[in-house]
T-cell receptor, first 115, second 110 residues
């Protein structure tokens, strides 16, 4: 169990640029979540995959955000035409569900700063 | 659907006790508790399922009252290592996503 890995750890970009983050979940986990966290707030749900299928996407997520999970393994989160309001920590979590018992394992996150 | 946590912040001396509350306006199927230290990822503490159960982990325990749609986290004889931000997470009614509260920042001082 190597844990959930996220890259890069930090990303600084200029407004209007596109950015892509990667998440490698724990290998046997079929569920993968993306959350966004700003200072002093709890993780805010963005989207969720079960295997390669994206089952839900937050209504808060604009069309500039897209996520993929090809072959049900790693996942990428892309933000197009970044805005200063996109600055946040982007957290990935993976899990495997057993009945109604599910425990999320979080990665260390990618801290995005949009200048 | 985001659960509400209280208090927002707690300052304790080592050895003191604290209670953190989490409530939801929606029916709860399970409640999760996580702790996040500054600059680190949230770490799972425990999950409580329907049935009003209580759980304990070392000197940290929790209760879940599904009728009141509330959960409480109890930290007994706090240690310096307990410092961090505690989040409760609740499942949506489609079991597909977790909503997290805004967190309770706990600061344990010597």
């Amino acid at each position: 169990d190597t844990g959930v890995s996220q890259n890069p750890r930090h990303k600084i970009t200029k407004r209007g640029q596109n950015v892509t983050f990667r998440c490698d979940p724990i290998s046997e986990h079929n569920r993968l979540y993306w959350y966004r966290q700003t200072l002093g707030q709890g993780p805010e749900f963005l989207t969720y995959f079960q295997n390669e299928a994206q089952l839900e996407k937050s209504r808060l997520l604009s069309d500039r955000f897209s996520a993929e999970r090809p072959k049900g393994s790693f996942s990428t989160l892309e933000i197009q035409r970044t805005e200063q309001g996109d600055s946040a920590m982007y957290l990935c979590a993976s899990s495997v569900r057993q009945g109604i018992n599910e425990k999320l394992f979080f990665g260390s996150g990618t801290q995005l700063s949009v200048l | 659907q985001q659960p509400v946590q209280s208090p927002q912040a707690v300052i304790l001396r080592e050895g003191e006790d604290a209670v953190i509350n989490c409530s939801s306006s929606k029916a709860l199927y399970s409640v999760h508790w996580y702790r996040q230290k500054h600059g680190e990822a949230p770490v799972f503490l425990m999950i409580l399922l329907k049935g009003g159960e209580q759980k304990g982990h070392d000197k940290i325990s929790a209760s879940f009252n599904e009728k009141k749609q509330q959960s409480s986290l109890y930290l007994t004889a706090s240690q310096l290592s307990y410092s961090g931000t505690y989040f409760c997470g609740t499942e949506g009614d489609n079991f597909n996503k977790f909503y997290f509260g805004s967190g309770t920042k706990l600061n344990v001082k010597p």
